[in-house]
C-alpha cells in the first residue's frame, strides 16, 4: 500500500464524482430558489479569478498530499498558510519596492514562513514524540491571532471573517500590493503552471526514483524502512517542510485582492481546504490538480456566493465536502503489516 494512493477500485471515486456532481449541481438549483444575483454582477475579470482560486487550492491540495506520502497527516496546514500570510504581508508593510516586485518577494517569505512552521512541527514529533495532529492543531489555534495584527490597513485576515456580503460586486485587485488586475493574471497563471509542474514532477518522482521508492517505504511501513537503513524522520521533515512551504505561499497570495476573493467562499476556515481536495481526488497527485480547478470553476459560477452564505445551506455543503474522508481515509491509512504506523511518533521497535 503506498499512501496518497487510495485502494478500493473505482468506487470511491465514483462516489467522489457524484459529491461534486452534487455539489456543483445543487448550488446552481438553490440559487435559484434563494433569487441569486445575475452572472454579471460577478467577479470581474471572471478568468482572473478562477485562476487565482485554482493557484491557492491546489497548492493547498499539495501541503496535505506530499506530507501523507510520507505517513504524516499535515493538520498544521492552516498554521501554515497563517504564517504565510502574516509573514508576507511584512513585505508591502515594510517595503517599498515596485509592485510587481513586491509581490513575489511576499510569495517567498510566505513560502519560508510556512516552511518554518512544518519544521518546527516535525522537531516537535522528533524531539518530543508529539504526534503532528496535536501540534498541528494547537499551532493552528495559536496563529489565529498573528494576522490580525499583521493585516494590511483594513483588509481583515483570510479564512478568520468570512465577509460573504460583497462578493456580489466587483472585486478589488491586490489592495495590498497595487497590482494591475493584467499583472496580477500574470502571476497567477505562473503560479498555476507552477503548482501543476510540481504536481507533477512529485508523481514521477514517486514512481521512477530510487529516493521516491523509499519515501513510498516510509509512508506505508515506517518500521520497515528504519530497518532497511532509511532515514525516516529525515524524510518525514523534507515532507513537512514541503507541505509547509506550498500553505504559507496561500496564505501570501491572499495579500493580492481583498477577502471577498473567491477563496474567502470556501464555507470553512480556507487552510483546510487541502484535506477536502485531496480526499475529492481519492489521495492521488493528479486527482488533487483535477479536484482544484474544478471547485475552482464552481466558486465562480453565478449563485455559488449566494448559496455558501446561507447559514443553513453553507452548514450543508461544508458537510458534503467533508463527506468524502469517511471512505476515502480509511484507504489511505497504512497496511501492510503496519496498520498503525500513521500514529507512531517515534519508529523504532521497543525492546
Request: overall charge positive.
Amino acid at each position: 500500500m503506498i499512501p496518497g494512493r487510495c485502494r478500493g477500485g473505482v468506487w470511491p471515486v465514483v462516489a467522489n464524482v457524484l459529491v461534486l456532481a452534487s455539489l456543483v449541481v445543487g448550488t446552481q438549483l438553490l440559487s435559484r430558489e434563494l433569487g441569486a444575483a445575475p452572472a454579471s454582477a460577478m467577479t470581474a475579470p471572471w478568468s482572473g479569478d478562477v485562476i487565482l482560486v485554482a493557484s491557492g487550492l491546489l497548492f493547498l491540495g499539495l501541503a496535505f498530499l506530499l506530507p501523507l506520502h510520507a505517513g504524516l497527516i499535515n493538520l498544521a496546514i492552516h498554521a501554515q498558510f497563517l504564517a504565510g500570510f502574516a509573514a508576507g504581508s511584512l513585505i508591502p508593510r515594510y517595503l517599498d519596492l515596485v509592485p510587481g516586485g513586491e509581490a513575489p518577494l511576499a510569495l517567498a517569505i510566505g513560502a519560508l514562513a510556512g516552511a518554518a512552521v512544518g519544521i518546527l512541527v516535525a522537531w516537535l514529533k522528533r524531539r518530543f514524540a508529539i504526534h503532528e495532529i496535536l501540534s498541528g492543531l494547537l499551532l493552528g489555534a495559536a496563529m489565529m491571532f498573528v494576522p490580525r495584527g499583521a493585516g494590511l490597513g483594513p483588509v481583515a485576515p483570510p479564512a478568520l471573517t468570512i465577509g460573504l456580503g460583497s462578493i456580489a460586486d466587483a472585486l478589488p485587485w491586490a489592495a495590498g500590493l497595487k497590482l494591475p488586475p493584467n499583472l496580477v493574471l500574470a502571476f497567477g497563471i505562473l503560479l498555476l503552471a507552477l503548482g501543476l509542474i510540481l504536481g507533477f514532477l512529485a508523481a514521477h518522482f514517486l514512481r521512477a526514483s530510487v529516493r521516491g521508492f523509499n519515501l513510498r517505504a516510509v509512508g506505508s511501513n515506517p518500521l520497515a524502512a528504519v530497518a532497511s537503513g532509511v532515514d525516516v524522520d529525515g524524510m518525514q521533515t523534507w515532507m513537512m517542510v514541503l507541505g509547509g512551504a506550498c500553505a504559507g505561499l496561500t496564505g501570501a497570495l491572499q495579500l493580492w485582492s481583498l477577502p471577498a476573493v473567491a477563496l474567502e467562499r470556501w464555507p470553512f476556515p480556507l487552510g483546510f481546504a487541502g484535506l477536502t481536495i485531496v480526499f475529492l481526488g481519492a489521495g492521488y497527485l493528479r486527482g488533487a490538480l483535477l479536484v482544484a480547478l474544478v471547485l475552482a470553476v464552481w466558486l465562480n459560477l453565478p449563485g455559488s456566493s449566494e448559496v455558501l452564505g446561507s447559514p443553513e445551506w453553507g452548514a450543508a455543503i461544508t458537510l458534503l465536502l467533508v463527506l468524502p474522508s469517511l471512505w476515502v481515509l480509511p484507504r489511505l491509512l497504512p497496511d501492510q503489516g503496519a496498520p498503525r504506523a500513521i500514529w507512531r511518533t517515534r519508529h523504532r521497535e521497543s525492546i
